[in-house]
């Protein structure tokens, strides 16, 4: 299709009506836009920043004087139930197997490594284990459970005394173990992580787990981690039953 040529006469109106136009002014953007500036730590402040791996991934959690976890009848009930599936070659059992996340703190025994990077702001945790990652920020206690919806990785707050980082989490769902044999937990699971950097290549760390629907008591358990230096996370996306 051909176009019509405009008459050369209406050009100098055109021109004037262009001109007489209003020039739109740009818009300024939204604070709520503008991505916060990187804020390295404090001078003096304990750097936890680096990538980790932990030195023995744990299939199954012990307490720290390695015993049992303190189970009630619940939760015998329920662990005995996991474990007789898993025996007899059910691995859908765990949720693990259908993409689900490995939850807190199943995700720090994972044999996967991850990165803790710290800001003034927060504290993130991105993990090679399928993408999964945190960010926790600074406060002095997470929001009441009663105040926000279950997650998988539950609701956070970090603070540090020392040399020790410390992240109280709730309000967790319930979908997700405690470990890979199948070590159980409700909503009322509350988690407090301890990282102590030791030294500048070591962290020590312990786990509280408070969960009065399955166990009679609350129970600590440990980690070690090393730093990984030179290391890069490699892409680990669960597939098997995963859609997009």
């Known amino acids: 299709m051909m176009m019509r040529k405009m008459p050369v006469a209406c050009l100098p109106v055109l021109a004037t009506m262009l001109a007489a136009a209003p020039v739109p002014a740009a818009e300024a953007p939204a ?3 503008t991505a916060p500036a990187f804020e390295q730590p404090a001078a003096g402040t304990t750097d936890f920043t680096g990538k980790w791996a932990i030195v023995k991934p744990a299939l199954h959690l012990l307490t ?10 619940a939760g015998k009930t329920e662990y005995a139930k996991r474990k007789a599936a898993l025996k007899s070659g059910d691995h859908k059992i765990d949720p693990v197997s259908t993409c689900l996340m490995h939850g807190i703190p199943r995700l720090l025994y ?13 504290v993130t945790f991105v993990h090679e284990a399928n993408h999964t990652f945190r960010i926790v920020y600074w406060d002095k206690a997470p929001p009441a459970a009663e105040d926000v919806d279950p997650t998988y990785l539950g609701s956070a707050a970090a603070r540090i005394e020392g040399k020790t980082l410390i992240i109280d989490s709730v309000s ?19 988690v407090q992580e301890r ?35 030179g290391m890069s ?12």
């Open 64 to 73: 720290t004087d390695g015993k049992e976890p303190p189970l009630n009848e």
């Open 233 to 244: 996370l490699k892409e680990n996306v669960c597939m098997d039953t995963h859609q997009m």
């Open 195 to 229: 990282y102590t950097l030791t030294d500048p290549q070591t962290i020590s760390g312990e786990v509280r787990i408070t969960d009065p629907q399955f166990y009679s008591t609350a129970w600590n358990t440990r980690f070690t981690l090393k730093r990984q230096p």
């Open 172 to 190: 967790f769902n319930d979908q997700t173990w405690l470990d890979y044999s199948g070590l159980p937990h409700g909503e009322k699971l509350t």
């Open 110 to 122: 994972a044999p996967y490594p991850f990165l803790i990077l710290q800001t003034t702001r927060n």
């Open 31 to 33: 604070a709520s836009d």
